[in-house]
């Protein structure tokens, strides 16, 4: 039996969202397939999630030093901390997230934030910088209206994505793209259809 952590980073309405269809499709899949699973969901437009800046900074450091804090800061590094414990506790992650303007929304970005924690997600050696989050399998669901090459530059949702979570060492990472709805606007429907059905046998195999 796993623990299953689902992240959702679009507040659009299902009707009017790739992603948002690609994360239902895959949770009911999954759900039907792995019955015994825990899950967890975690919306995350619905709890406003604190910039990194000088409070939850200030914050982390000084619960790390065992500093005296203040209310805030306490609160801060509780929130901050939850989100970190739930994300290491997990077995496995489900992120589901759109592409805009070739980044990923910015909640899902200050979420990653929260996962940087020297001891907890990576460590320093004299090797450098080792992830330990290695036994962690994740989903990646994303939707963007254009076409990308993997290694195309101006594609900063699912590389920025990745990236954080292979310095965090996870390898085993599944990356489903439903893309070129836009692009290609007359095959639109077909493309989304067929994507989600590739979602649908993804969550039955994870
Ligand atoms: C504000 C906004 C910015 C977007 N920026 C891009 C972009 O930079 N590149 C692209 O290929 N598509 C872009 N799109 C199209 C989305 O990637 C596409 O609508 C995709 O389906 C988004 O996921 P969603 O349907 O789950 O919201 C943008 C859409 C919106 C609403």
């Not at 796993?2 to 499709?25: G, W």
């Not at 320093?124 to 209206?145: C, I, W």
Request: charged residues 25%; contains cysteine; hydrophobic residues 40%.
């Amino acid at each position: 039996m796993n623990t299953v952590l689902f992240v959702k980073a679009n507040d659009r309405p299902m009707e009017r969202s790739v992603s948002v269809k690609m994360y239902e499709q895959f949770l009911r899949s999954y759900k039907e397939s792995h019955p015994h699973d825990t899950i967890t969901e975690i919306d995350l437009y619905e709890v406003p999630l604190p910039y990194l800046g000088n409070k939850v900074i200030d914050a982390g450091n000084k619960a790390a030093k065992g500093l005296p804090m203040t209310t805030e800061e306490r609160t801060l590094q509780r929130f901050v901390s939850s989100k970190l414990e739930q994300f290491i506790s997990a077995d496995k992650v489900v992120f589901a997230f759109p592409l805009w303007n070739l980044s990923a929304p910015a909640v899902l970005h200050s979420y990653l934030d929260y996962m940087h924690h020297p001891g907890k997600t990576f460590s320093y050696s004299e090797e450098g910088a080792t992830g330990l989050l290695t036994d962690k399998k994740v989903a990646l669901l994303n939707a963007r209206g254009g076409v990308y090459a993997e290694d195309d530059r101006f594609e900063m949702a699912v590389n920025f994505v990745i990236n954080h979570l292979s310095f965090f060492g996870i390898t085993d990472i599944t990356t489903c793209v439903i893309e070129g709805h836009h692009e290609f606007p007359d095959s639109g429907e077909k493309i989304i259809r067929e994507g989600l059905q590739q979602v649908e046998e993804v969550a039955a195999g994870f």
